[in-house]
C-alpha cells in the first residue's frame, strides 16, 4: 500500500515538472531573445556613431569657457578671503548648482612675504673683534680696544634708534638697548673695561675667556633684532594655477580657450551622421585648420550614438524674393543653361534670402548612406509643414530641389549597389508632400498635365567611388540605368525628365591623379546616357577632392574630352557636365581663434573669388551646360555675378518701353510665384461665368436685368487676367501659339454665324 502512495506521488510529481518546465523554458528563451536583441540594436547604434551638440551642451561650453578666462585673469591676484568668495561664486554659479563646495578648493592663501621692519640709520659693515691669545705690546693693546669700543659704540647707537621705531617692541628689550649703549660709551676711555662691560651687556657678543677671538657682525644683530621685531600682518588669498586645473578636473572642464567656441553656434541641436559631412560644416563655421589635438576634442564632444531628447528639428526658411521665376531651361538647346546652387541642410534655422530667378535646381546637401547601405536623412528633411515649406517656396518660382546622397570614405567598400537602395532612392525622391491642398489639386487644375509634385525632383549621388573594383564598377554601371528606370519610366535621360538622376565626379581624379577606381573617362562615357547632369567638382571644401585652380581644371576637362577619339560620345558627355565651383574666400583659424584669411588682406581675397567667380561665368556659359555654386545663400558679390551674367543683352528700353517694360515686369513678378493661384482664379471665374450665360439664355429676365452690368465686368476681367496669364505664366507662355490660334478660330467662326443670322432675319417680315 505504501508503494503504491510512493508511486501515485512520483507520477503527480513527475506531471507538475512536466508542466512547469515549459513554462521556465519559454521565459528562458524570451529572456535569451530579449538580451540578443537589445545587445544587437546597441551594437548597431553604436557601429554608426553620429555626430551632434545640443543647446545645453553649447550653453555649459559657453560658461565653463568664460569661466576659465575669468578666473585665469584672477590668477596670484591678492585679495580677502571673503572679498573673493563673493566675486568668484556668481561665475561658478553658471557651470554648478552647489558653488561653495568648489571654493575653499580654488581660493587658497596667498604665500606670506616676510617683512624686515628694522630702520637703519647708519650702514653696518662686518667687523671682527679679536683678542690677543699672548701678551703684546701696550699700543697695539690699547688700538685695538680703541677700534673695538668705537665699532661697538656706533652698533649699540643704531640698535638704540631701531629698538625705539618699533612701537610693539618689549620693555626687556629697551632697557637691553640703553645697557649696551651706556656701556659702549664708558668702553672708550678704558679698552679693557669696556670689553668685559661690552661682553656682559650685549647678548650678541660671545666671549670665550680671555685668549679667544671675539667676532661681530652687522648680519648677525640685524637677524637677531629682526627675529624679535617683525610685526604679524593679515593673511591675503589668491587664486593660483594649480588650484584652476584643480577645479577644471574637479568640474571635468575641457579647456577649449584657443578656439572660438562662439562660432558653433550655428551647428547646435544639429545632427550630422557622417564625419566627413562634421568636418566640412566645421570649416564652413570657421575653423578651417585645427591641431589635432583639438580636432580630438570637438569630436570627442560631438559624438553621440543616439539623438539626445529634446532636439528638434531646424525648418528651412527661404525668404521670399520679388525678381519673378528662375529662367527656363529649353529643352531644344544643344547646351542647356543650367545655374545649380548647393545648399548645406545644417544652415537652417534662420531666414535667408535667396534669388530664386537665378537658380535652375537646388541640391539639398546632404543624405547619407551608412555602412548598412541605408539611407539616413536629417531631421529637417520631413513631408509635412513647415518643414515642405522650402520646397514649395522652390517650386513657386519653377526651381527643382534634388536631394543629394553621399557616402562616408571609410564606407566605401560596404556600397552595395542592388534592388533595396533603388527602392530606398525611389521612395525618397518621390515622399509625398502632406498637409499642402493646392499641390493635391494640381492634377484636376491643370487637367492632368502637371502632376502632384513630390518631396524631390531627382536625386544627385555624392559618392566616393574611387576604390571600386572592375566588378563592383560593372554594377554601379548597371545601377544607375536600373534607378532611372525606377524613377522615370524610361532609361534615357532627358532635360524635359520629371526626376534627374545626377552624378557627383571629382575633378582631382580626371585631371590630377586620373583613372582611380570608378573615375576614367572611359565609365564616364558609359554612363552618360543614363545620367541628367555631371557635377565637376573643382575647389569645393570637401573630402572628395582637393582645392584646384579653377580656371585652369576647366579648361584641362575641356581639353581631355576634345581630345577623346569618339567625337560624339565625348560631345553628348561634354552637354551635361556642370562644374561646381566655390563663391566664397577660404578662411583659416589662427591659434587665438580668430579667422584670417588666405590672402592679405580681406577685399583682395574678396576681389579674387568674384574675379573668377565671372571668369568662371563668363567660361561655363559657352563650353559646358551652366555652373554649379557652392553654397547658398550667396554672398552679396558672388549674388552680383550672377545676376549681372544672367542679364540679357541689348538695347535697353527708353521713354514710354521702358514705362510699360517695367510695369509687365512687376505684373509678370507677382503673377508667376502665383500663377496656380491665378489659375485658381480663372478656373473659378470661367465657371463662374458659364453658369450665369447659361441662366441668361434660360431666363429671359434675368437677361434683361443682370447681362449689360456684371456680365461684362466679369468677362473684361477674366480677359486681362488670361492676357497677363499668357505673357508671364510659364505654361500660358508655351501655349501663346496654339491658344492664340484656338481663339483666332473661335473668332472667326463667331462672326461666320452672326453674319449668317443677321442674313436669315433680313428675309423676315
Known amino acids: 500500500m505504501i508503494r503504491i502512495r510512493r508511486l501515485f506521488r512520483t507520477i503527480i510529481m513527475m506531471i507538475a515538472v512536466g508542466g512547469l518546465l515549459p513554462l521556465f523554458a519559454d521565459s528562458f528563451l524570451l529572456q535569451g531573445k530579449t538580451s540578443s536583441s537589445t545587445s544587437s540594436a546597441q551594437g548597431t547604434s553604436e557601429s554608426i556613431p553620429l555626430y551632434i551638440l545640443t543647446q545645453q551642451e553649447f550653453t555649459l561650453l559657453t560658461a565653463q569657457a568664460t569661466l576659465v578666462q575669468q578666473l585665469t585673469d584672477m590668477i596670484n591676484t591678492p585679495a580677502t578671503k571673503q572679498a573673493l568668495r563673493t566675486q568668484i561664486r556668481p561665475m561658478l554659479q553658471t557651470v554648478t548648482d552647489t558653488p561653495d563646495s568648489y571654493l575653499d578648493t580654488l581660493i587658497v592663501p596667498l604665500p606670506a612675504q616676510p617683512q624686515n621692519t628694522q630702520t637703519q640709520t647708519q650702514t653696518s659693515t662686518a667687523t671682527t673683534v679679536q683678542a690677543s691669545p699672548t701678551q703684546g705690546t701696550a699700543d697695539t693693546s690699547t688700538n685695538a680696544s680703541t677700534s673695538q669700543s668705537t665699532t661697538l659704540a656706533t652698533t649699540s647707537n643704531t640698535l638704540a634708534t631701531t629698538s625705539n621705531t618699533l612701537a610693539t617692541t618689549s620693555n626687556t628689550l629697551a632697557t637691553t638697548s640703553n645697557t649696551l649703549a651706556t656701556t659702549s660709551n664708558a668702553a672708550a676711555a678704558t679698552a679693557a673695561t669696556a670689553t668685559q662691560s661690552t661682553a656682559a651687556a650685549s647678548p650678541a657678543v660671545a666671549i670665550a675667556g680671555t685668549s679667544t677671538t671675539t667676532t661681530l657682525t652687522t648680519s648677525q644683530i640685524a637677524t637677531s633684532s629682526s627675529s624679535v621685531t617683525q610685526t604679524p600682518t593679515p593673511t591675503n588669498y589668491t587664486v ?68 539626445p531628447a529634446g532636439v528638434q528639428a531646424q525648418a528651412i526658411q527661404w525668404s521670399e524674393s520679388s525678381c519673378g521665376c528662375a529662367q527656363t531651361v529649353s529643352d531644344t538647346d544643344l547646351y542647356q543653361n543650367f545655374i545649380v546652387g548647393y545648399y548645406p541642410y545644417w544652415l537652417a534655422g534662420t531666414p535667408q534670402n535667396l534669388d530664386f530667378h537665378l537658380y535652375s535646381r537646388i541640391q539639398y546637401f546632404t543624405h547619407t548612406l551608412d555602412t548598412n547601405n541605408q539611407i539616413r536623412s536629417p531631421l529637417n528633411w520631413q513631408n509635412s509643414k513647415p518643414y515642405t515649406q522650402f520646397v514649395d517656396q522652390a517650386h513657386r518660382y519653377r526651381v527643382k530641389v534634388d536631394a543629394v546622397v553621399s557616402n562616408e570614405i571609410w564606407s566605401e567598400e560596404n556600397l552595395v549597389f542592388d534592388d533595396q537602395l533603388v527602392s530606398e532612392i525611389d521612395a525618397l525622391v518621390k515622399q509625398k508632400r502632406e498637409g499642402d491642398l493646392l499641390n493635391q489639386l494640381k492634377p484636376y487644375l491643370s487637367l492632368g498635365t502637371s502632376p502632384e509634385r513630390t518631396m524631390a525632383d531627382g536625386v544627385t549621388l555624392h559618392l566616393n567611388l574611387r576604390r571600386l573594383d572592375e566588378a563592383a564598377q560593372q554594377r554601379f554601371l548597371t545601377f544607375i540605368p536600373k534607378l532611372k528606370q525606377t524613377l522615370n519610366g524610361t532609361q534615357q535621360a532627358q532635360p524635359s525628365d520629371e526626376y534627374y538622376v545626377n552624378l557627383s565626379v571629382p575633378a582631382y581624379y580626371l585631371v590630377v591623379k586620373p583613372d582611380q577606381g570608378f573615375y576614367t573617362l572611359d565609365n564616364l562615357l558609359a554612363i552618360s546616357p543614363y545620367i541628367n547632369l555631371l557635377f565637376i567638382t573643382i575647389d569645393r571644401p570637401e573630402v572628395f577632392s582637393k582645392p584646384l585652380d579653377t580656371m585652369e581644371t576647366l579648361k584641362s576637362i575641356r581639353d581631355l574630352l576634345d581630345k577623346h577619339p569618339n567625337v560624339q560620345e565625348a560631345n553628348n558627355l561634354l552637354r551635361k557636365i556642370v562644374p561646381l565651383v566655390t563663391t566664397t574666400a577660404p578662411t583659416t583659424t589662427s591659434s587665438t581663434g580668430s579667422q584670417a584669411s588666405t590672402t592679405a588682406s580681406g577685399n583682395s581675397s574678396t576681389n579674387a573669388v568674384a574675379t573668377t567667380l565671372q571668369n568662371a561665368f563668363d567660361y561655363t556659359e559657352w563650353n559646358y551646360s551652366g555652373i554649379g555654386l557652392w553654397s547658398l545663400p550667396l554672398t552679396p558679390d558672388a549674388n552680383q555675378v550672377a545676376t549681372n551674367s544672367l542679364q540679357a543683352a541689348g538695347i535697353p528700353p527708353t521713354g514710354f518701353q521702358k514705362t510699360i517694360s517695367s510695369l509687365s515686369a512687376q505684373v509678370c513678378n507677382f503673377m508667376c510665384p502665383h500663377r496656380w493661384l491665378v489659375r485658381v482664379a480663372l478656373f473659378v471665374g470661367v465657371v463662374v461665368w458659364l453658369v450665369y450665360m447659361l441662366l441668361v439664355w434660360t431666363y429671359t429676365l434675368s437677361r434683361k436685368w443682370y447681362f449689360p452690368r456684371y456680365a461684362l465686368i466679369l468677362f473684361a476681367a477674366l480677359a486681362v487676367t488670361f492676357l497677363f496669364a499668357l505673357i508671364c505664366d510659364p505654361y500660358w507662355k508655351e501655349q501663346q501659339a496654339i491658344i492664340l490660334m484656338l481663339f483666332f478660330s473661335i473668332g ?12 436669315r432675319v433680313a428675309k423676315f417680315p
Request: aromatic share 8%; glycine share 2%.
Open 240 to 307: 593660483t594655477q594649480q588650484s584652476l586645473d584643480a577645479l577644471k578636473t574637479a568640474l571635468n572642464i575641457v579647456d577649449y580657450s584657443p578656439l572660438p567656441i562662439a562660432k558653433l553656434q550655428p551647428l547646435v541641436d544639429t545632427v550630422f551622421y557622417q564625419n566627413d559631412v562634421w568636418r566640412l560644416a566645421l570649416e564652413m563655421a570657421g575653423f578651417a585648420s585645427l591641431t589635432q589635438s583639438d580636432k580630438d576634442k570637438l569630436e570627442t564632444l560631438f559624438t553621440k550614438t543616439v539623438i
Open 748 to 759: 472667326l467662326i463667331a462672326m461666320v454665324v452672326i453674319v449668317l443670322h443677321k442674313r
